[in-house]
């Protein structure tokens, strides 16, 4: 029988999986670019910028999340009840203590970033230590340390470094394919270099959207494991769901807001109407916070 234990190593054999294709797509691309000119330089490109923003991602993207979003690191001394309930849970869970950084920030929200367990921070903002209760902020840190734990946090970023990463070569491609396009023009080419350079087009444009939403459905599917992850370990799902309530119906967005970095927060920070159709809903960084709700009423803690 599927347990949530095993759910949790399914889904990362799956997103690893997903990583491997996000990289045979980015040297794919090279290829075929490579077939239309005629250049091999596009590949070797394609391989060389991959690993560099590969090896980049791992070292020092979680820097790069936090001065993004305007986190500053705080002293034990500063939140003495936000330390010990971060100590108590690290306690129960078998994690070492993460860092804590603070988020001046009256909108409610959190966050998880790092490379590994040994080097993680978690961030949550002012907004989110004045409407919550010790119930509901326990919740909102646990689920945080559930995406540590789960291991989450190296691969949500390194998709992020990705995406951005497909989209500027797509970009590059696109470039070179219009500056490339009208010399070609001048000199003729045959039928089967126009159909090289259409597929190119083609796949230079599709990538990135696919590559998001790649992106996008990683993000929804792990929300739920950390909310039963995180729900195991305080072994009271209401205080989470009651955190989550609270923090989808604030309206106030947050001031240093970003695409890039959205899904990385327990509750998306792009505030506004909730998308209702399908088409609104594939793009949506979370899971709706209805549905998140209801599962974590409905799980039974034994």
Known sequence: ??????????????????????LIVVVGIGWVFSQVYGDSSFV?????????????????????VLAMSGAHPIEREENLELYRIVENLCITAGLKMPKIYMINDPSPNAFATGRNE??????VTSGLLQILNKNELEGVIAHELSHIGNKDILISTIVVILVGFVALMSDFFLRAQFFRGRRDDREGGGQAQMIMMLVGIILAILTPIIAKLIQLAISRKREFLADASGALLTRYPEGLASALEKISNSQIPLRRTNKATAHLYISSPLKGGQATSWLGRLFMTHPPAEERIMALRGLEIN
């Open 1 to 22: 029988m599927a347990t949530l234990y095993t759910q949790q190593s399914k889904n990362i054999r799956k997103t690893w999986l997903l990583m491997s294709v996000f």
């Open 44 to 64: 070797v490109i394609a391989v060389v910028f991959s690993l560099f923003m590969n090896f980049f991602s791992y070292w020092f993207s979680d820097k790069i």
């Open 118 to 123: 040994k080097h993680s921070a978690v961030a």
